[in-house]
């Protein structure tokens, strides 16, 4: 056959755009030989790896929806709340105060995933991953539904029109719902549901975010595809940092499936059987090179050329190949889950370092958090940045300066706070003290804190202490260096007259 500009490939589905088979000079597996994209319509596989996906991804996509409306101690199970700076996790507020503890997150994270890939791989990409579950489980089947699949009766190349149409609404319906959702992590259902209800004029930045958001989505899921996996996810690039020769991976066995052979030309498929006792008797691998893996690969690769940057890990081509390995008589497994020692004929051995330090690591880093999130106060008081004038001289000639506080009520109940001076030179004016600050609040509490000029060093500075107390028992000093004027007379600073 001539491969010509609008052909479809029979085994992938995907269009040709040149003289030649692109499949036998590619380099790329998304890439065709004159550098077009080369689109991917892979098959769908079943098998009992399908079964369990499928289980996996609709039990993520339904927790990814509910989610942001679940609710602990009354705050979001998980918000990464932007608007007022906070992340609630499981009934705790981190803030950015908390840098520390959100650095022992983050690290711990990192190492549950450097843990998973040493053993499993990337089963986080081909099981887990919004993109592959989103992909796979709710765009492809749209696809699918309106479009066929190769293979099948209704084939890709025959669908137009409203089918076209059709599927890019229901494309755009599933953005639109996973972009909410999306939001909702990051600004809470409440606020997302307040502007939803209301006109974009009265929340156009919202707007904004909602509509590219949508628009992002769309691109991604319709367009970027298996793209994001191979061009943009950093996880697929450091893998090969992260995985060993014991790492479960998908693998071809290619003792068992080498040398491999095309079935006899002109045979239909019912004569596969055929083609097998030929082959025994030829002394051919269990191979017999019908693609059926490549055409299923959601990335387009073919793992007979072994452990490649681009296999995710889905495990189509496990099931596409143990169904022909059924129909040719032959054991199942010839693409299974393996690793690389085990292939190579190595004693598998899950007794290596990486398999014990990872652990440790993360066990230390909990540990570590737990301490300071059990010794974490029930308050955090901080002192502000000056601002205005640096003191005011009063009608009585005593000194002033403007002192900010800033409070954050981490309890979960309501709590007065007073503030009191620890100096008995000293008098602060405030107007309400004790202040009542709510459950997970955080209040800015403004006030004088007044002195007599003789207090003030050659250089005009006297420090002092104020101690925020909390009915809850909380109690924490706050170190204050009060300015006044130079060499005790308020004519060398830089205050301000004030009558009090
Ligand atoms: S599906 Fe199995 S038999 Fe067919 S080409 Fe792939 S490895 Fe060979
Ligand atoms: S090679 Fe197999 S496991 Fe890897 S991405 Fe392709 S179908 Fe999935």
């Keep these: 056959m001539t491969w010509s500009e609008g052909c479809v490939c029979a085994r992938t589905g995907c ?31 079943p098998g009992v790896f399908l079964v369990w996906r499928r289980v996996v991804a609709y039990f993520l996509i339904v927790l990814f929806a509910v989610l942001p409306f679940w609710k602990m101690g009354g705050k979001p199970v998980f918000l990464i709340n932007i608007p007022d700076r906070e992340l609630n996790l499981f009934g705790n507020t981190f803030r950015p105060t908390d840098t520390i503890l959100m650095a022992l997150l983050m690290m711990i994270l990192f190492f549950v995933i450097f843990l998973v890939t040493a053993l499993f791989g990337r089963v986080w990409c081909g099981w887990a991953c919004p993109q592959t579950v989103y992909m796979e489980f709710l765009y492809r089947p749209i696809e699918r539904l309106l479009e066929g699949t190769p293979g099948k009766k209704r084939s890709i190349a025959k669908a137009r029109g409203a089918r076209k149409v059709a599927k890019y609404i229901l494309y755009l319906l599933a953005s639109m719902f996973l972009a909410h959702t999306f939001l909702a992590y990051f600004v809470g259902v409440e606020r997302l549901y307040e502007w939803v209800r209301q006109s974009p004029v009265e929340h156009p930045m919202s707007f904004i975010v909602v509509v590219s958001t949508t628009v992002l989505m769309l691109v991604d899921f319709g367009y970027f595809r298996e793209q994001t996996c191979l061009v943009m996810c950093p996880y697929g690039r450091i893998q090969a940092a992260m995985l ?8 071809y066995d290619e003792g068992r499936g080498e040398p491999r052979g095309r079935k006899r ?3 239909k498929k019912a004569d596969i059987s055929l083609d097998v006792v030929q082959r025994e008797a030829g002394g051919a691998g269990d191979c017999v ?18 452990l490649q940057m681009e296999c995710i890990g889905c495990a189509q081509c496990i099931d596409a190949c143990d169904v022909v390995m059924e129909k040719v008589g032959r054991a199942k497994g010839l693409i299974r889950y393996s690793s690389q020692a085990i292939m190579g004929g190595e004693v598998e051995s899950i007794l290596r370092a990486r398999v014990f330090v990872y652990p440790f690591i993360v066990l230390v880093l909990v540990g570590m958090l737990t301490v300071m999130m059990v010794g974490r106060e029930s308050a955090e008081a901080q002192l502000l940045p000056r601002q205005g004038s640096p003191f005011y001289t009063l009608g009585t000639g005593e000194i002033s300066n403007q002192v900010r506080v800033r409070i954050l009520n981490r309890g979960q109940d309501a709590t007065a706070y007073t ?7 000293a008098r602060i004016v405030i107007d309400k003290n004790p202040r009542t600050i709510g459950a997970n609040e955080m209040e800015i509490v403004g006030f004088q804190v007044i002195v007599a000029p003789e207090v003030f060093s050659a250089r005009g500075k006297y420090e002092l202490a104020f101690t925020v107390t909390g009915d809850d028992e909380f109690s924490h000093k706050l170190y204050f260096k009060m300015q006044g004027p130079v060499g005790g007379t308020s004519g060398g600073g830089r205050g301000m007259e004030e009558s009090e």
Excluded: F, Y
């Excluded at 036998?24 to 004159?34: E, H, M, P, S």
């Excluded at 060993?244 to 693998?251: A, F, K, Q, T, Y």
């Excluded at 090179?289 to 072994?306: A, L, N």
């Design 15 to 45: 269009k040709m755009s040149t003289e030649t088979d692109p499949h036998q000079v590619r380099v790329l597996a998304t890439l065709n030989a004159d550098g077009t994209r080369r689109w991917l319509r892979p098959r769908l596989s």
């Design 244 to 251: 060993d020769r014991h790492s479960l991976v998908v693998m």
């Design 265 to 267: 030309r002109g045979s």
């Design 419 to 425: 503030i009191g001076v620890d100096d008995g030179s």
């Design 289 to 306: 090179d019908c693609q059926m893996c490549v055409t299923t690969c959601p990335t387009g690769i073919d793992i007979r050329e072994g």
